[in-house]
Each structure stands twice: as C-alpha cells, then as structure tokens.
C-alpha cells in the first residue's frame, strides 16, 4: 500500500517576469514501513521537496497525496488538521522546549489527539523504549546530551503513529557516535514499529540505514538505489559511487 504516492510535481519561486524551476515534473511513491532517503547535491532540490511533500510549503502543480489525502486540494484548516494527526517532524536542530520536561515534549502531540489516557501513555512507552530514552522522561533537556535530545524529538515525531514521518538532516548537528545510535533507533522504530520515514541527508552513512535512497538532480529523479539483498556496506558503497558521480563530497571507501 503506498502512503505517500508525488505525480508530476513542480515547485518554482517568483514571479510570472522571473521564475527560478525547483522542483521539474518529479514522481515517486513510497509504500508503508519504507525507510526512503532523498540526496542529492547542493541545490538539487531536496530540502524543497521535503518541504512541499511534509506540507510545509505549497507545490506549484502536480499532486501529493498522503494516506489517501490529496495534499493540494486541502484547506487550510485541514492541512492543519491533517498535520496533527497524520504527520511527524524532526527536525536538524532537535526542536524541544526547554521548559518541558522529556516526557512533557514526547506527549504534546497527543494532547490534541482523542486517545484514552492509558492509550496515551502505552504509546509514549512503546516509542521511548524504542528509541532508548524511557528512564529520561523526568529531566530536562539543558539535563542531557545533544543525542538524548534528538531521540526525544524522533520519540515526539511518532510518539501518535503519524502516517508518515519527515526527517530533515536529523543527524546534522551530532557526532558521529550520537549521530549512528539515533539511526540505529530509527531503523528499530522502521522494523519493529512499522513506521515509514523520509528522510533528506547529505551523509552516505545516514542513507545506508534505509531502504531506498532517491538521487535528486537539478529539480529532478536522477537515479534510486535499493538495497535488497545487499549488505549494508555494499548499499553504503553503491550510494557513495552515485553520491560522487553526481558530484557530491567523495568519502573514503
């Protein structure tokens, strides 16, 4: 069943004098429990397409449609409601709110849901003991580290089982130790929790915990790279080998 299923979409910015083509006729879907990542170089156009696909910003023409939800054809007041409901977010920079505790932060998305309160509370178990973080609930976040903060993020992004879950270079602002532990729990919560990602990333090593990675271009689908019955250090290697064939930074092998 696909969950999120782009066709024929375009974005541009400024006017009818002078228009800048971001995004040019893309198409995809992605089907439930996929783990898709989106790279692409500088200026391909990846972060504009996470945008326009989480509802974010608004598309030119074309159609993206989510769960059965046209995203295009919706109002305002829907696409908020849908944004509530159907959708998770983690963002480069963690996002959480100083002045909540860790649970505070994981439970405010289901504090506009109709859920029970012991629906409620078996959904924050269940996510924060998937992602590693269930004994931090009563701190703070200045109380723990960058990665704890991060992992609380990605616990509030699908702590009500959204649809779908948008992540913008999640480990951009990580070592690498804080950076590999918060992609090991996402894959946890992608195989055990059947949770679809999409993910944009500049990092090989991020990409290789997915599924699927789609190459972008200059606004466009240049290639998509499946693991399959790859190990994931061939589908590491396979992704570095397109990354510098379209120009991204080469790593070392």
Known sequence: MSILKVEGLTKSYGNRHRQQEVLKGIEFAIEKGEFVSIMGPSGSGKTTLLNVLSSIDYITS?????????????????????????????????????????????????????????????????VTEALGIHELGDKYPNEISGG???????????????????????????DSKSAQDLLH????????????????THDPVAASYSNRVIMLKDGNIHSEIYQGEDTNQ????NIIHMQTALGGVAHEL
């Open 234 to 237: 061939a589908f590491y290697k």
């Open 62 to 126: 074309g159609t993206v449609e989510i769960n059965g939800h046209i995203l295009n054809k919706m109002s305002n007041k829907a696409l908020a409601d849908f944004r509530k409901k159907e959708v998770g977010f983690i963002f480069q920079n963690y996002s959480v709110l100083n002045t909540l505790t860790v649970k505070e932060n994981i439970m405010l998305p289901l504090s506009i849901q109709k859920m029970s309160k012991e629906e409620k509370e078996n959904n924050y178990k269940e």
């Open 185 to 200: 729990r996402l894959e946890d919560l992608n195989e055990n929790m059947n949770a679809t990602i999409v993910m944009v």
């Open 148 to 174: 704890q903060q991060q992992r609380t993020a990605a616990a509030r992004a699908s702590v009500h089982k959204p649809a779908i879950i948008f992540a913008d270079e999640p480990t951009g602002a990580l």
